[in-house]
């Protein structure tokens, strides 16, 4: 079993046809995921033979929706066009949209998440790598080859640090990785990931990746308090950032002592969540809790 993305999905790509569309593309259906279609209205009819597999374009995602039956759709549109795209993937009411994009404004943001909200599309992103299901689907950019299926759920804010837990407990395995973003705005956070990982009955340990900035790790935090049994190893990037100093993604703005990294470690480890100092120190903090739970992963 997986969260969000399983063998059973059916992915179209909007903007495939263009650079990073049609890279990408070809490394999800390498993965194995089911990538039913493109959209671009300029090159509708047409079709994309990538490595041996022929993918037809559509004009719109309503059309490809009722063609192909598509579940999902990972976004690859320039940022002045995003809010357009995800727009018309919310209006045809499919039920994930994946949006890889970075440097869309903040007000786009806003207004095409209230918008995908009130018709039912789970965002995940902007700005993010996606999420992928290993053995089963990919839909993003996320690496393919750097870990195996497995029985750990993985939510994080960082694309890199998700591609390096994932290496680093390569040899445990994933039920579902999923990179939410890091920008203020995102539509799928930490604490959506979490309820879906708790529900999961193939997902027996739950990795959780913050920075520093924002609120959500502390929200996140009341939440496992109060609905989370399984397991949570969590790892906030920042511990080193200098005080008074603009970080990273959009989203990591601190103010005096709220939203650093070690006010995020300690609301976590109030909630009984361990907390690794660094990525290797989380993986082995995920490995010694495999190790006392035999009946499960280890």
Request: proline share 6%; hydrophobic share 45%.
């Amino acid at each position: 079993m997986a969260i969000f993305l399983t063998k059973d999905s059916k992915v179209i790509v909007q903007g495939m046809t263009g650079a990073e569309g049609m890279k990408h593309t070809r490394r999800m259906l390498a993965a194995g995921t089911d990538v039913v279609g493109g959209v671009n209205p300029r090159k509708a009819g047409t079709r994309a033979d990538i490595d041996g597999r022929t993918v037809p374009v559509f004009g719109s995602v309503r059309e490809a929706i009722d063609t192909t039956g598509a579940d999902v759709s990972v976004l690859f549109v320039p940022p002045p066009h995003a809010k357009a795209a995800v727009t018309e993937a919310a209006d045809a009411r499919i039920p994930l949209a994946v949006v890889i994009t970075e440097g869309i404004p903040v007000h786009d943001a806003v207004a095409f998440q209230a918008y995908a909200r009130a018709r039912a599309t789970r965002v995940i992103g902007p700005n993010c790598p996606g999420l992928i299901s290993p053995g089963q689907s990919n839909a993003g950019i996320i690496p393919a080859d750097i870990t195996k299926p497995g029985r750990i759920g993985l939510v994080s804010k960082s694309g890199t640090l998700t591609y390096q837990l994932m290496y680093e407990l390569r040899d445990v395995g994933f039920s579902t990785c999923v990179g939410i973003g890091g920008d203020p705005v995102i539509g799928t956070t930490h604490i959506d990931a979490l309820a879906a990982f708790e529900d999961d009955s193939e997902t027996d340990l739950i990795v959780m990746i913050g920075e520093i900035g924002g609120d959500a790790e502390e929200r996140a935090a009341r939440y496992i308090a109060d609905h989370v049994t399984k397991p949570v190893v969590g790892y906030i990037a920042g511990f080193t950032a200098p005080e008074g100093r603009t970080m990273g993604h959009a989203g990591a703005i601190v103010s005096g002592s709220s939203g650093t990294a070690a006010a995020k470690k300690a609301a976590l480890e109030a909630a009984g969540v361990s907390v690794g100092a660094t990525p290797t120190e989380t993986a082995g903090l995920v490995l010694a809790l495999l190790a006392e739970r035999p009946g499960n992963l280890a």
